[in-house]
Structures are given as structure tokens and as C-alpha cells.
């Protein structure tokens, strides 16, 4: 059974810092770009961040510079380092591959920023 199970969240200040970690189980993602998505309340889920089989990383302008994503594909984990947060970070944060279609989607970590 194929199962990606997102962990890591929390309630945190503005400024401080995070590390959200996906672990996948029943499939092989170290040949899969993966990716960390965001859903706020009231909007659309959005691309947060990606990492190439090879390590190379994209980020949404939003997060660049202040979020870094690294894998372990000995640990199946996908994890997302989140520094200087900003109360508009505020989300259920998820994590999948790029591939079409998707793993099945976690439940999600919620990450919560306070002014």
C-alpha cells in the first residue's frame, strides 16, 4: 500500500523555524522529482517547492531563500527546512511526486504562524 505520511508541523512565531519531513512507504521515489505543496484555508493548493532525482530544487519566489527541500532516498524522505516564517505561510503543507498521477495524497501537516 503506497502511503506518503507527512509530520513536522506546528503552532511557531513569526521568524522562527520549521522542519517538515514525508516519508513514503510501499513505492520507490528516489527516481521521482518531489515536491512540498501548500493548501491555506479558502485557496487553491499551491507548489512550495521541488527536488530532481538528482537534487536539483526549485522554489516558489514566495518561499525562496527562506525555504530549503532535501531528500534521503535511503529513508524514502522528503524533507522541507523552513526558516523565517511569515503568518502567510500558514497551511497544510503536503507532499507528492511531480509524476502524473499523483501518490496517494497524505493527510498533511499543518503549519501554523502567529504574528
Known amino acids: 500500500q503506497v502511503q506518503l505520511v507527512e509530520s513536522g508541523g506546528g503552532l511557531v512565531q513569526a521568524g522562527g523555524s520549521l522542519r517538515l519531513s514525508c516519508v513514503a512507504s510501499g513505492t520507490i521515489i528516489s527516481y521521482n522529482t518531489m515536491r512540498w505543496y501548500r493548501q491555506a484555508p479558502g485557496n487553491q493548493r499551491e507548489l512550495v517547492a521541488g527536488i530532481s532525482p538528482g537534487g536539483n530544487t526549485n522554489y516558489a519566489d514566495s518561499v525562496k531563500g527562506r525555504f530549503t527541500i532535501s531528500r534521503d532516498n535511503a529513508k524514502s524522505t522528503v524533507y522541507l527546512q523552513m526558516n523565517s516564517l511569515k503568518p502567510e505561510d500558514t497551511a497544510v503543507y503536503y507532499c507528492?511526486?511531480?509524476?502524473?498521477?499523483?501518490?496517494?495524497w497524505g493527510q498533511g501537516t499543518q503549519v501554523t504562524v502567529s504574528s
Open positions: 507528492n511526486r511531480m509524476a502524473r498521477p499523483p501518490l496517494p
